[in-house]
């Protein structure tokens, strides 16, 4: 699970020009713009991170009653074609139905703001600092088409990468700490608790996506010296990151505690595969 993890998450670190992790990405902003340099302290820092969250992920799993079901009975020699069969059908299901979910914060009735908005975004480059800013960057600007691979090479990191940190680790860690609050044996874990863990786990999501977007357009506001005057409502901007990741955290996290990580891995990747076809769908009626 490791290996696969940080082989995907390399490979994709690879495709892009923007670093994706924390150190990488500080060493570009302070000048060191050696893409050799980026590129190993990006390796150094998935793989580490990785083996971290999967080892302790996996033990916190294991004493509550959860865990890699598939890859555990493959490891011992056993025949999972049964157990593979069974999960195939919920996992393609709630990786469809969190996917058109997802879809539902890009529609109009939750942008009310939508015009004025692109009117404001529009000023922008037209600051005194816009110009250096749209320079900067430009220097990032990938402008290689998508590809079939990288599409999926970025879909699969995202999905494997995602939720051994979200479902494997948080899940298993935060439900440890409720079942030794209430005094649960060791290895099991009532439904209320494991469940109680994956809203906790959503709500987490939530706050984050919320305050990163806010932060980073105060950020980039504050940058060109203007004022954000055209703000969506507190409950509407809650609404959209509800929908757009509390309902994939509910539905990964069910099948987490029901299936298994491999579960929840395999409908994070369905879930965006499906995005990005509708996404074309829309696109082609659109034009």
């Known amino acids: 699970m490791w290996s696969v993890a940080a082989l995907t998450g390399a490979t994709f670190a690879a495709l892009v020009r923007i670093p994706i992790t924390p150190v990488a990405a500080i060493l570009l902003l302070r000048g060191h713009s050696q893409r050799p340099l980026l590129l190993g302290i990006e390796e150094i820092e998935i793989t580490v991170s990785l083996a971290i969250i999967v080892s302790c992920g996996l ?5 509550v009653g959860l865990g890699a079901p598939l890859l555990e009975a493959l490891l011992r020699g056993e025949a999972i074609k049964s157990q593979l069969r069974s999960l195939l059908a919920p996992t393609l299901l709630v990786g469809i139905l969190i996917a058109a979910v997802s879809m539902l914060p890009n529609l109009s009735p939750f942008h009310p703001n939508r015009q004025l908005a692109h009117q404001e975004a529009e000023r922008l480059p037209q600051s005194p600092d816009g110009a250096k800013l749209a320079e900067k960057l430009g220097k990032f600007i990938d402008e290689r088409p998508l590809t079939l691979t990288s599409l999926t090479v970025s879909y699969l990191s995202a999905a494997i990468s995602g939720e051994l940190i979200w479902r494997l680790f948080l899940v298993s860690i935060i439900a440890l700490f409720f079942a030794r609050i209430v005094g649960s044996p060791a290895g099991m874990a009532s439904n209320r608790i494991l ?3 994956v809203l906790t786990v959503g709500a987490i999501g939530v706050i984050a996506h ?3 977007q806010r932060a980073t357009t105060n ?3 504050s940058s060109l010296g203007l004022i954000k005057t ?4 507190f409950w509407l901007v809650t609404t959209r990151a509800l929908l757009r990741t509390g309902a994939g955290a509910v539905g990964f996290g069910w099948l987490y505690v029901r299936r298994g990580i491999e579960s929840a891995i395999l ?3 369905v879930a965006s595969v499906v995005a990005h076809l509708f996404l074309l769908l829309v696109v082609v009626r659109l034009f």
């Open 267 to 269: 409908s994070a990747f």
């Open 195 to 197: 469940f109680s863990a």
């Open 59 to 63: 033990l916190a799993a294991h004493r």
């Open 219 to 221: 950020m980039t506001y």
């Open 210 to 212: 919320v305050t990163s």
């Open 230 to 233: 055209v703000n969506d409502s």
